[in-house]
């Protein structure tokens, strides 16, 4: 079992910057990748972005490419997302997830934080 708690939303102003983290804690030690998803009132949840736990190869959504940065550290078992330059269409739930154990997709997610953008 894996479980992990995002923490770091909150109310931002557009154009502004918020630092995301994820605290991953239980079986680490089978996690074989990372990623943050969010989800919008009325609409399906998005990929933003993903990182491996071991190599820290990443990939992004095109839609935050450039504005969003994934990393990781491995001796706090923490997934960061760093969020610059945020607009009114941002907000969202953003949620943290991870791929553990023998799977292709992710089965451990996160409660999720609020993160407002205002215009």
């Known amino acids: 079992q894996v479980q992990l708690v995002e923490s770091g939303g909150g109310l931002v102003q557009a154009g502004g910057s918020l630092r995301l983290s994820c605290t991953a804690s239980?079986?680490?030690?089978?996690?074989?990748?990372m990623g943050w998803f969010r989800q919008a009132p009325g609409k399906e949840r998005e990929f933003l972005a993903t990182i491996t736990w071991s190599g820290g190869d990443t990939s992004y959504a095109d839609s935050v490419k450039g504005r969003f940065t994934i990393s990781r550290d491995n001796a706090k078992n923490t997934v960061d997302l760093q969020m610059n330059s945020l607009k009114s269409e941002d907000t969202a739930v953003y949620s943290c997830?991870?791929?553990?154990?023998?799977?292709?997709?992710?089965?451990?997610w996160g409660q999720g934080t609020q993160v407002t953008v205002s215009s």
């Open positions: 997830a991870a791929r553990a154990g023998r799977v292709f997709s992710y089965n451990y």
């Open positions: 239980g079986r680490t030690v089978s996690i074989y990748r």
